[in-house]
């Protein structure tokens, strides 16, 4: 792969131009992504809508048909369902753990084997969350395990 880098002049318009053989390719969604800034969603706290960088999320959970985000130090209540999150977090550091939670790995402290092949993860803000045996393999495949 070949990459220019161009300086121009400040009357021109800035422009991010991809040449590719696969444009629904892990890699050219990352430019994207570059390109236009950091994907959002939205959460919901006391009457007020708020948008969330997804790097800020700590994980998504589904709790008695009712979706939340979970950040360092709040909880939002979300209109996304568990795929529509899923979907929207695809080629990030989520993975789904367990039927109702998906997890941000980067907020991951570190993980330790926990009953029936299952694995807990402590995030950077102190919770642990529970990895079905189900999720154990992507979240190995994620630390580089």
Not at 38 to 62: A, N, P, T, W
Not at 89 to 110: G, L
């Amino acid at each position: 792969m070949k990459i220019t880098v161009e300086q121009i002049t400040k009357d021109r318009e800035e422009e991010v131009f991809v040449r590719c053989h696969d444009s629904e390719s892990a890699w050219v969604e990352n430019v994207r992504e570059a390109a236009l800034g950091q994907r959002c969603v939205c959460g919901y706290q006391g009457g007020s809508m708020h948008r969330l960088k997804l790097s800020d999320i700590y994980y998504f959970e589904v709790v008695d048909d009712a979706s939340f985000l979970y950040t360092q130090d709040d909880v939002y209540e979300s209109h996304e369902r568990l795929y529509e999150f899923e979907r929207i977090s695809a080629q990030s550091s989520f993975f789904r753990c367990s039927k109702s939670m998906i997890v941000n790995s980067d907020k991951i402290d570190y993980i330790r084997p926990s009953l029936s092949g299952r694995f807990e993860a402590a995030l950077s803000n102190g919770e642990m969350v529970v990895v079905s045996r189900k999720y154990v393999g992507e979240l190995k495949r994620l630390l580089g395990v």
